[in-house]
């Protein structure tokens, strides 16, 4: 494995457990989502996403945990494999993580935000390419019982 591929796992794996920390009292809320994600280089043409995402939400609201996706561009096939950590609260949530680009065959870091059923995000694949994008999906409200 080159130097390259392994320091950007180490940078994915350290910004996800900066991201993930847990609280003791924290309720564990799961999610499968969909939704519909546009890009800057794609224009109109949306992509299909599936994800999953797994968050604790502790006493005071605050949510922290882990997204994975895959993306499906409806005219160029696969898009995107996103393995993101995700910190705020409930109503927003940061992400920041990695993935792999499977239409320009290159290493990704992904970073954006989370609100409810719409996401903001900025992607950089290792060769330079910057891409912004918007997701309509159904990451709605988590279940939080103070």
Known sequence: MSRTIKG???????TGSLLTSTAAAAQSDNHVYAGLGW???H???PSAIIGVRSVDVDGVGDVSGVD???SYHFTDG???LLLKGVRGEIDWQAELGGGYNFLEQSLLLTGGVQGRLVNFSMDATLDGNIDGGL???SIDKYDWKP
């Open 68 to 70: 994975l996706s895959l």
């Open 8 to 14: 950007f796992i180490t940078a994915i794996m350290a």
């Open 135 to 137: 997701a309509l999906n």
């Open 78 to 80: 696969f898009d995107k």
């Open 43 to 45: 224009g109109w043409m």
């Open 39 to 41: 890009t800057v280089k």
